[in-house]
């Protein structure tokens, strides 16, 4: 009867830190160490109990100086060091994605991805102090607040004409731990982030393609030891599936 009462206690333990089923777009970027600024990113979809690869893997920057523990909805409860304002690391863990921001006014032909587009109103809020930290903000342009000219949105900046919300430190946000993260266009083949995932514009454009709303998309950021560590507990995509991605 113990025996049997660990094993339930276990497998409830394990559920309780696994991918939800609903997630059928899955988007996995492997990081060599912690402090890798380089690494590789690819699409995986589910097909009833198993993770297919989309795709090759291709090849992303993160943060100047790498990764570390974000808060989404695996990984914040881990040891290590822990995202915070300015740190130049990318969130590491799992996340959902939010919104697709633009200053378009459509997505790449083929996309059908919830999106908004940005205007002269348009603010992302990065200063913890801000009770409106790391919150997208629309304000009146006739009679902005006073902290609206330095946290407001791009316009016609190529790296920034789509920014894929990365859901870090959203649900709350919690000051200090870390904003305005997104996936978007890389400034150059060698030049990391301050902490978002971005890869060249073919890249991006074929993600967003890719993604559908009611598919869940979420995305794994690990380094590779922590994703052979914990890929089987949170129920992502076995190695094996695509060997390139872990080279």
């Known amino acids: 009867m113990r025996t049997l009462l ?3 206690t276990v497998a409830l333990c394990q559920s309780a830190f696994a991918l939800d089923s609903s997630v059928r777009q899955l988007i ?7 402090d890798s600024s380089v690494g590789k990113l690819q699409l995986f979809e589910r097909q009833k109990d198993k993770w297919l690869p989309v795709g090759e893997p291709v090849r992303v920057l993160y943060g100047k100086n790498g990764l570390a523990w974000g808060k989404g909805e695996l990984g914040e ?3 290590g060091i822990h995202k915070t304002e300015r740190d130049k690391r990318a969130p590491a863990g799992v996340f959902a ?5 633009t200053y378009d006014k459509a997505l790449p032909e083929g996309a059908d991805y919830p999106f908004h587009t940005i205007t002269a ?7 913890p102090l801000n009770p409106l930290y790391n919150q997208h903000v629309v304000v009146d342009p006739a009679n902005p607040p006073p902290w609206f000219e330095k946290q407001k949105m791009r316009l016609d900046d190529p790296p920034h004409r789509w920014l894929v919300e990365i859901r870090h430190n959203s649900d709350p946000p919690v000051s200090g731990a870390g ?7 890389q400034r150059g083949p060698d030049r990391p982030s301050a902490g978002c995932t971005v890869m060249t514009q073919p890249s991006i454009v074929r993600l967003i393609r890719w993604l559908r709303k009611g598919d869940t998309p979420h995305y794994v950021l690990l380094p590779r030891e922590e994703y052979l560590r914990l890929w ?3 129920g992502l995509p076995d190695p094996k599936t695509s060997p390139a991605l872990f080279d």
């Open 28 to 34: 996995v970027s492997i990081a060599p160490t912690w």
């Open 232 to 234: 089987k507990t949170w």
């Open 121 to 127: 109103a348009d603010a992302w809020v990065d200063d």
């Open 77 to 79: 409860e881990q040891q």
């Open 97 to 101: 994605l939010g919104t697709i921001y």
């Open 179 to 185: 904003s305005a993260i997104f996936f978007h266009i």
């Open 6 to 8: 660990f094993l339930l």
